[in-house]
């Protein structure tokens, strides 16, 4: 009963007001949601106008439940642990599908990607996919398109952050993608009320999320002035790993990618970059025990002049999520080495 309370008065003030720092200090202040209404709001709004955010606060959920779309405040269960960590977190999540237990991963970019970016956004989803991890973004035309689609054709999982309510899916046209997304057992999520529409102020907000709820961001095509970069810049302040795209010399795409660079982006030149990476910073030994007795088996499964990661995968029988994490425990230990071609050589 006590959350189901709160949920009900975090909406409402979600409903009131647009600043969750501003909400959240007043709920640290006076204890709880509800205290946070009636004494915050109180001096800030009126009466009718608490009692309206209430009653349409009963109708979101009312609205919400009859639509299988699941409404999450900062005490339920289900409310992402990585989110939980920024301090501008939402006060509520929407949330229809189901969210990845998977580490996720953010892939952003150009909404004009040209073809290069498109088919690296595609790459990446697909082999951070198949190693086990979730990949977030943003629903919108170009990269974010791209990275949801290879991750749905991938058997992956994917989570689509929106700037705009889960009832007014935008872009029109990926409402199908959205479809394929929540069916494929991944997820889209919005802090915005169900009928919110995509108001341009929304989608900053919303790269916030995108930044929050990932272990980092890989940016693949961005302009000087692009949100892909403020989904970045967030992650940097969120102490997120940022990874950027190389671009070709004079590509008006990579002018926000390399000013990224030199604020300290990790510059990568394929997804195991990324993989080695997170692997240096947490426990290795978890890649050990997910596979202790295919370490030969891959092994002698390369060939003298390199074996790709399918001719290995068939050779093996073993799982991708497996299989990628034995080549890069391999790597670190300098057993094989990456190739041009998409090869995996042994070095000795």
């Not at 209404?37 to 009312?62: H, T």
């Not at 494929?184 to 907000?205: C, H, M, W």
């Not at 692009?226 to 997120?240: F, K, P, Q, V, W």
Request: glycine fraction near 8%; include cysteine.
């Amino acid at each position: 009963m006590k959350n189901s309370s709160e949920l009900l008065y975090s909406i409402a003030l979600n409903l009131l007001e647009n600043s969750p720092l501003q909400i959240r200090k007043y709920i640290d202040a006076f204890g709880s949601p509800k205290s946070a209404l009636n004494n915050y709001c109180g001096g800030k709004f009126s009466k009718v106008e608490i009692e309206s955010a209430l009653n349409r606060a009963k109708a979101e959920l009312e609205s919400a439940h009859s639509k299988d779309i699941a409404i999450l405040c900062e005490s339920s269960p289900s409310y992402p642990k990585l989110l939980r960590e920024i301090p501008d977190r939402p006060i509520v999540l929407y949330v229809k599908g189901k969210l990845p237990d998977a580490p996720s991963i953010a892939i952003v970019g150009s909404r004009k990607a040209d073809a290069y970016c498109m088919s690296t956004a595609e790459k990446i989803s697909k082999e951070l996919s198949e190693a086990g991890f979730a990949i977030i973004s943003g629903l919108a035309y170009g990269v974010d398109a791209a990275a949801h689609k290879s991750s749905v054709a991938s058997k992956g999982k994917t989570v689509a952050v929106l700037g705009s309510g889960l009832c007014d899916i935008y872009p029109r046209e990926h409402q199908l993608l959205a479809k394929k997304i929540i069916e494929s057992d991944g997820a889209i999520v919005s802090e915005f009320a169900l009928l919110a529409g995509p108001e341009r102020q929304n989608f900053p907000k919303r790269n916030r999320i995108i930044a929050g709820i990932s272990l980092g961001v890989i940016v693949v095509a961005a302009a000087k002035r692009s949100g892909a970069l403020i989904t970045a810049r967030l992650a940097m302040e969120y102490n997120r790993n940022v990874w950027a795209v190389p671009h070709r010399f004079g590509d008006e795409l990579g002018e926000g990618v390399i000013g990224l660079m030199r604020d300290g982006a990790t510059v990568i030149s394929k997804s195991s970059d990324i993989l080695e990476d997170l692997a240096l910073q947490m426990d290795i030994s978890s890649f050990k025990k997910t596979a202790p007795n295919s370490k030969d088996e891959v092994l002698t499964s390369i060939n003298a002049d390199g074996s790709t990661l399918d001719e290995i995968a068939l050779k093996t029988g073993l799982e991708r999520k497996i299989l990628y994490q034995r080549i890069l425990q391999l790597e670190l230990e300098g057993k094989i080495i990456s190739i041009p071609g998409g090869l995996y050589r042994l070095t000795c």
